[in-house]
């Protein structure tokens, strides 16, 4: 059974799922598809060619699909916004739709995107990943899973958030932030492991500790860049984790969250 309320507004050709329900004064665009379980409370517009998963509940005041903003869409062109399963979407966020036709803004399963939180087009936002109270991403950002992006930051266009890391409140990030790493300040730099959000991540109390040798080999010896990916890649051959953080460290873009020597003090007891 879909339940949709005599004040929404539903497109004739969006396919609604089953056990839907579709809430007061809510607008549902043309080629949106809504999964069955999902629940939209009321007042949230879905435009055209928009994908919401099965389970996922979507709080009042919720725009997704939205044009993006940048000033490079062209009128007409056809792009679109996946959001995957069992995601929570809270009171006035905002998702906007890729830039280019036929390009795509996706989040993964199991998402928390909390109050005023927006996801720029084009970015790419994996599963478990937590968007804290008006955290914003720009354009082109990608967020891996188990990431967790603290209130009232923001994250500048085409910067990668790793795997299970941590963005800190009120946090500038203009550069990379590394998998498995704790990154604060204005700018923001990557300070430490995150070991919390490693062990709710399920990770083996050996597998942190080899990711916190690494971090202080790459970061915390004064060595230059390149020599320190070399020794972390000899210390650890067979370690997945560490491949992660090398691989990201190699195909950066924007450059490193590296650490100042300030922080090389807070890490002295971290062995």
Known sequence: MINIDKLAVVHENAEIGENCTIGPFCTIGNHVKIGPNTTLRSHVVIEPYTTLGEGCDIFPFVTIG??????????GSVAYTKIGDRNVIREFVSIHSG???????????????????????????GNLV???????LAGHV???NYANIGGLSAIHQFCHIGVASMVAGM???????????????????????NKVGMERAGYTSQEIRDVRVAFRILFMKEYRL???????????????LIAQMIESIESSHRGLARPDSAMFEINVSDE
């Open 66 to 75: 939205i044009q993006s903003q940048d000033n490079k869409y062209l009128k």
């Open 226 to 240: 390149d020599a320190a990916v070399k020794q972390v890649r000899e210390e650890f051959p067979d370690s997945a």
């Open 142 to 144: 990608v967020v891996g």
């Open 99 to 125: 830039t280019e036709a036929e390009s795509v803004t996706s989040i993964g399963n199991d998402c928390t995107l909390l109050a005023h939180s927006h996801v720029g087009h084009n970015s790419t936002v």
């Open 171 to 193: 946090s500038r990030v203009i550069q990379d932030v590394l998998p498995f790493t704790i990154a604060e300040g204005f700018p923001a730099r990557m300070r430490v492991i």
């Open 130 to 136: 937590v968007l804290s109270h008006s955290a914003t």
